[in-house]
């Protein structure tokens, strides 16, 4: 069992539909990231949780939502999407988060979105 | 605000070639921590090591090594007779002691090893 899973890997889908990214961690920690790789681009945080509270969204648009249910999953709900939106969407975990904790994130392989 | 350049875009070597990826990373902070990752085409990010701003050590795992020096700004990493395997893209990283692990992410650098 691989330390932070991600499905689906590759995800198609048109600009009126609605889906959902899945991200599951099995290393015990209890916060949760996701990240937007953009071809070309930095990688950009999206959001954070700790212990299922959302401590940070960073100006990402509502069409995208995120969901954390239990330190161990993390969703990203996606609706009305834009072409832009295409990307590989990176989930990651970390131990507990505060000053001076310098924990690595634990990545997923990420899910790949196409937006037609 | 924090910041991380990787000049580099991409590098091709030879197998058995040593070969360095550049850091340069901006902080108002005192208190940081820098990191390294490693992307194969699989699309996993691969964590490689953490450095803290208070230690200036270089270190060593295997044909890996990595140079940080605060009086330039840099975290350089270098591999040691390259292989095949190690073509990927390699990203540099940084979190300031605010608090949250906000990981900035420079623009990475892709390696392709070839035989």
């Known amino acids: 069992e691989t330390g932070v899973t991600q499905t689906p890997r590759h995800l198609v889908m048109g600009m009126t539909n609605k889906k959902s990214l899945k991200c599951e961690q099995h290393?015990?920690?209890?916060?949760m990231y996701w990240y937007k790789q953009s071809a070309k681009k930095p990688l950009e945080l999206m959001f954070v949780?700790?212990?299922?509270?959302?401590?940070e969204n960073n100006s990402v648009p509502s069409r995208f939502s995120p969901e954390c249910p239990n330190s161990s999953h993390l969703f990203l709900h996606l609706h009305t999407l834009q072409p832009e939106d295409s990307a590989l969407y990176l989930c990651?975990?970390?131990?507990?988060?505060?000053?001076?904790?310098?924990?690595?994130?634990?990545f997923g392989e990420g899910s790949r979105l196409t937006v037609l | 605000a924090q910041k991380v350049t990787q000049a580099q875009t991409e590098i091709s070597v030879v197998e058995k070639e040593d070969v360095t990826l550049d850091c340069v990373y901006e902080?108002?902070?005192?208190?940081?921590?820098l990191f390294w990752y490693k992307q194969p085409p699989s699309g996993e990010l691969v964590f490689l090591i953490r450095?803290?701003?208070?230690?200036?050590q270089n270190e060593i795992s295997g044909r890996y090594s990595w140079n940080f020096q605060k009086s330039t700004s840099s975290f350089n990493f270098t591999i040691t007779a390259s292989q095949v395997v190690d073509s990927a893209v390699y990203f540099c990283?940084?979190?300031?002691?605010?608090?949250?692990?906000?990981?900035?992410f420079g623009t990475g650098t892709r390696l392709l090893v070839s035989p």
């Open positions: 990651a975990s970390s131990h507990p988060l505060g000053p001076g904790s310098g924990g690595e994130l634990f």
């Open positions: 290393l015990g920690h209890n916060a």
């Open positions: 949780y700790s212990l299922e509270e959302r401590v």
């Open positions: 902080t108002r902070d005192t208190t940081y921590y």
């Open positions: 450095r803290n701003s208070f230690d200036e």
């Open positions: 990283a940084l979190i300031e002691n605010t608090g949250f692990q906000k990981l900035v």
